[in-house]
């Protein structure tokens, strides 16, 4: 007797888009909320994030300055509702963007003065 076929794949919903070919070069984010942008309204307002969320966005910001780009790609990746200021539409990234660049600027002086 013949082995059985494989499964069939499970349905996709019809609202779902299925591009024939599709490269990505890594992991794309979480899509942003219904109603939301994917980029940020107004992208010169920088928004602190609140008491118990900036602590987080600063460390991390710190971190991937001293660990690269791609510790910030291995956390984007795990699609932790505490990181979700690494999505351009959510209302913390450009802080987090503006703490990362002083992060990266404040790098090479701390090797320089021995701090790391």
Request: hydrophobic share 35%; net charge neutral; aromatic share 8%.
């Amino acid at each position: 007797m013949p082995p059985l076929p494989p499964p069939p794949p499970p349905p996709v919903p019809p609202t779902f888009f299925v591009p024939n070919t599709v490269e990505i070069a890594g992991t794309l984010p979480p899509p942003p909320p219904p109603g939301m942008s994917v980029t940020p309204q107004v992208a010169d307002e920088i928004i602190p994030p609140p008491p118990d969320l900036q602590p987080i966005v600063d460390k991390l910001a710190n971190y991937v300055a001293k660990n690269g780009p791609d510790f910030e790609s291995i956390i984007k990746a795990k699609n932790d509702p505490r990181f979700e200021f690494l999505n351009p539409w959510n209302s913390h990234y450009s802080y987090y963007q503006l703490k990362k660049r002083q992060a990266l600027k404040a790098v090479p002086q701390r090797i320089e003065t021995g701090t790391v």
